[in-house]
């Protein structure tokens, strides 16, 4: 038996009023969360057009080659971004006027490992043996409005393809629960003798990864307690008549998948920040600070931004310099979501977010002269992390504030 896909209705409207104009197909993401027994599609959004074609629908068959990987990767890549803890690039989807035949799966087959392999390549984080490996495409025909989908196991290249359940549901996400916490986070990058001539990037890198094992490895609290497996979530939790037994029955579930969201969420909104930092000073030509200069980096700041009729959120980062016009713009053209400016919700107090080093070759973190060693410049980072939980019959959005200070020093 094959994986059922319980739906928001408002993702078949979406793929239903995605208009060819005589393009031979559009592509796209589909977006929500994995659990044991079945997964939730919340959001579809198309890849946008890197460039603009006219093309015959009755050419579509000799066109689909035409589509461009490694653009469509990267936008999951940028997507992956955007998604709290606890949502996921489930897998893709294409739009034809034709409808589906061995083409469009073989091509849709290569493109949702492609897809796999770029929203996870620079991650903190693995997927434990236990977690729902299977992924999605979907093929709709515009014409017939006629749904093909079918699974493959990402962690298998020769896997075939599965049958798979595509079913609606409206105002699948219009119950999620939230949750808050506090993470302060002091990371400490000690430099050898080698690492030291490393660039920032690299030693940053090298330094969340072993941060990141302490994360993995820690234990979290809901209100102050540890809860049991057969208690509810949060203190008053409703259930929803439909969802009593199963809430029950897989209460481990979802505090496995609580626990993985949470710490996962933490993982992805630090490293994202770092990454998109590292980004903006390539594409902007800043030359690195050499030999014990210091460095002093502002980290961009994450902005929420509501899905109309849920708690769930999105999210996006911005730097200091950058307007919420450009923000609204970004959704736009990643998510396919026109949002409005006043619905944005900066997670951070302004210039708080920050990342530096001072290095100084000849300081030791056992130096015994009465001269102390130079210290390491201390920032702070504060932000709030927003994550995305699913309970079986309801769902959970979690928001965390974090403090982070980065630490170099060398021997």
């Not at 992956?80 to 739009?95: A, D, E, K, Q, Y």
């Amino acid at each position: 038996m094959g994986r059922t896909y319980i739906v928001e209705e408002t993702v078949g409207q979406y793929l239903s009023n995605i208009n060819l104009q005589g393009k031979a197909f559009v592509s796209g993401l589909l977006i929500g969360q994995c659990s044991s027994q079945k997964d939730y599609v919340i959001l579809a959004t198309r890849t946008p057009p890197k460039e603009e074609q006219n093309e015959s629908p009755t050419h579509s068959k000799a066109k689909l080659d035409n589509l461009d990987e490694e653009w469509a990767t990267e936008h999951a890549h940028q997507v992956s971004r955007m998604l709290p803890g606890g949502l996921l690039v489930l897998g893709v989807f294409i739009i034809t006027a034709l409808e589906m035949g061995s083409e469009f799966q073989n091509t849709l087959r290569r493109l949702v490992f492609a897809v796999e392999k770029s929203v996870n390549k620079k991650r903190l984080w693995n997927f434990t043996e236990e977690e729902v490996s299977e992924r999605v495409i979907l093929h709709f025909c515009s014409s017939t409005k006629k749904i093909f989908c079918r699974t493959y196991d990402i962690h298998d290249p020769k896997s075939s393809a599965k049958p798979a359940d595509w079913k609606y549901q409206n105002g699948l996400s219009a119950s999620w629960l939230s949750l808050e916490c506090t993470v302060y986070i002091n990371i400490h990058v000690p430099l050898s003798t080698t690492s030291v001539s490393y660039t920032l990037e690299k030693n940053t890198k090298n330094g969340l990864a072993r941060w990141a094992k302490q994360i993995e490895n820690g234990i979290y609290l809901i209100n102050g307690q540890v809860k049991d497996e057969d208690c509810d979530l949060l203190e008053g939790q409703k259930k929803s008549s439909r969802g009593n037994t199963q809430a029950a029955n897989h209460s481990f579930d979802i505090r496995v998948l609580t626990q993985l969201a949470m710490k996962r969420d933490i993982l992805n909104t630090v490293a994202d920040r770092c990454e998109i930092l590292f980004e903006d000073l390539l594409l902007n030509e800043i030359p690195e600070k050499k030999d014990s200069e210091k460095e002093f980096h502002i980290l961009p700041h994450r902005v929420f931004v509501p899905i109309p009729g849920s708690t769930v959120m999105l999210c996006d980062y911005k730097f200091g310099d950058e307007s919420a016009e450009e923000l609204r713009d970004h959704f736009l053209e990643m998510l396919d979501r026109m949002i409005q400016i006043e619905d944005l919700e900066i997670a951070e107090e302004i210039n708080t977010a920050c990342i530096s080093s001072s290095m100084d070759t000849e300081a030791s973190l056992d130096n015994t002269d009465d001269e102390q060693p130079k210290q390491p410049i201390k920032t702070t980072i504060v932000l709030k992390i927003q994550q995305n939980i699913g309970v079986i019959a309801a769902f959970a959005v979690a928001a965390l504030a974090a403090g982070i200070s980065f630490h170099y020093f060398s021997d």
